[in-house]
């Protein structure tokens, strides 16, 4: 087997995962350096997009082969409409998305600098989510995998517990959110991938090795790994007890946006897949990676020959204990 052929998916029908979560339309801005305080400033570029945590996650799984389905929620609005288009018109079947009566849609101002890095102004309403659907073991019995994020709590619950029934993968991207949020939502996943600031603080530690060895010591039973940006990522090997770390795929970042939630839907979809998690890590790794090379948010989403392609010259080292993982 070559190296690229161990990322390749398995024969058969394309894998379907199904994402719970975040659908916004960003005006994204393309800018020279982040404010620091009040005046004007002149972006360079602009784009607009339907992304969001789950949104750009499911992207992610079309993009490298996957069927992937959304369950969301907009408002009876333009922006609603024009949200479920844009999702549709990339691959995503969103026939599962709830559209709420007097709500209005979700909408974020982001500026990116020229190095890669964002300022994100997100609102949120409320009403939205305040109706959740039943979720069934039958409804998510067709998936392969289920991926839920943390924008839309009491319908992520309902469908990570609908997962474990039916025995499927319940994946949670555990990012920051509200109090509580993530201690609710964990006791249901299978499967737990962490943001640096979430695992910090809820680890209550910026080493980041000693935050994975507690995140897994108060989540026994799931599989527990952070995301650290150019620090790589980190998991907890269940079968040996210890601590792994891969390190980050050297790049030049333009835009960080979405980086995360690419990660995640391409984890999401390699676990359906039934990839091995050494496999996983590398895949999830590097197309977070080429993503943050291209500006458009969610759209520097690679596809599987790219990713592929990249992994072939990629000789990264995992490093097996504590000892070893060095950060950047």
């Given at each position: 087997?070559t190296?690229?052929?161990?990322?390749?998916?398995?024969?058969?029908?394309?894998?379907r995962?199904?994402?719970?979560?975040?659908?916004?339309?960003?005006?994204?801005?393309?800018?020279?350096?982040?404010p620091t305080g009040?005046?004007?400033i002149?972006p360079y570029e602009m784009?607009?997009?339907?992304e969001?945590?789950?949104?750009?996650a499911?992207?992610?799984?079309?993009?490298?082969?996957?069927?992937?389905?959304l369950?969301?929620a907009?408002?009876?609005d333009?922006?609603?409409?024009?949200?479920?288009?844009?999702?549709?018109d990339?691959?995503?079947?969103t026939s599962g998305?709830?559209v709420?009566r007097?709500?209005?849609?979700a909408?974020?101002?982001i500026?990116?600098d020229?190095?890669?890095?964002r300022?994100?102004v997100?609102?949120?309403?409320?009403?939205?989510h305040?109706?959740?659907?039943p979720?069934?073991?039958?409804?998510?019995?067709?998936?392969?995998?289920?991926?839920v994020?943390?924008?839309?709590?009491?319908?992520a619950?309902a469908t990570l517990l609908?997962?474990?029934g039916?025995a499927?993968?319940?994946i949670?991207d555990?990012d920051?959110a509200?109090?509580?949020?993530?201690e609710?939502l964990?006791?249901a996943?299978?499967?737990?991938?962490?943001?640096q600031p979430?695992?910090?603080?809820?680890?209550?530690?910026?080493?980041?090795v000693?935050s994975?060895?507690?995140?897994?010591?108060?989540?026994?039973?799931?599989?527990?790994?952070?995301?650290?940006?150019?620090?790589?990522s980190?998991?907890f090997?269940?079968?040996?007890?210890d601590i792994?770390?891969?390190?980050?795929?050297?790049?030049?970042?333009?835009?960080?946006l979405?980086a995360?939630?690419?990660?995640?839907?391409?984890?999401?979809?390699?676990?359906?897949?039934?990839?091995?998690?050494g496999?996983t890590?590398?895949?999830s790794?590097?197309?977070?990676?080429?993503?943050c090379?291209?500006?458009?948010?969610?759209?520097?989403a690679p596809?599987?020959p790219?990713?592929c392609?990249?992994l072939?010259?990629?000789?990264?080292?995992?490093?097996?204990?504590?000892?070893?993982?060095?950060?950047?």
């Amino acid at each position: 087997m070559t190296a690229s052929s161990a990322f390749e998916p398995p024969p058969g029908p394309a894998r379907r995962v199904l994402c719970v979560g975040a659908a916004v339309l960003d005006t994204l801005f393309r800018v020279r350096s982040l404010p620091t305080g009040q005046g004007k400033i002149l972006p360079y570029e602009m784009l607009q997009i339907a992304e969001g945590m789950a949104s750009s996650a499911a992207f992610a799984v079309a993009r490298l082969g996957g069927n992937a389905s959304l369950w969301g929620a907009v408002g009876d609005d333009a922006t609603g409409e024009r949200i479920i288009t844009d999702l549709a018109d990339s691959g995503i079947d969103t026939s599962g998305m709830t559209v709420v009566r007097g709500a209005r849609s979700a909408v974020s101002t982001i500026l990116i600098d020229d190095e890669g890095e964002r300022l994100i102004v997100p609102f949120y309403d409320a009403r939205l989510h305040d109706t959740v659907k039943p979720v069934t073991e039958q409804d998510v019995s067709t998936f392969d995998a289920v991926l839920v994020d943390v924008r839309w709590p009491k319908l992520a619950l309902a469908t990570l517990l609908a997962a474990r029934g039916a025995a499927k993968p319940a994946i949670l991207d555990g990012d920051v959110a509200g109090e509580g949020v993530i201690e609710m939502l964990a006791p249901a996943a299978s499967h737990i991938v962490f943001s640096q600031p979430a695992a910090e603080r809820l680890a209550g530690t910026t080493d980041l090795v000693e935050s994975v060895g507690r995140l897994k010591r108060k989540f026994e039973h799931a599989f527990i790994s952070v995301t650290a940006g150019e620090n790589g990522s980190l998991w907890f090997d269940d079968a040996s007890g210890d601590i792994r770390h891969l390190a980050a795929p050297k790049v030049r970042a333009i835009d960080t946006l979405a980086a995360g939630d690419i990660f995640h839907g391409v984890f999401a979809l390699a676990i359906a897949e039934g990839m091995p998690i050494g496999e996983t890590m590398r895949l999830s790794s590097m197309a977070a990676a080429l993503k943050c090379q291209v500006f458009g948010g969610r759209l520097g989403a690679p596809t599987r020959p790219e990713a592929c392609d990249a992994l072939r010259d990629w000789n990264v080292r995992v490093s097996q204990k504590a000892s070893d993982i060095k950060f950047r």
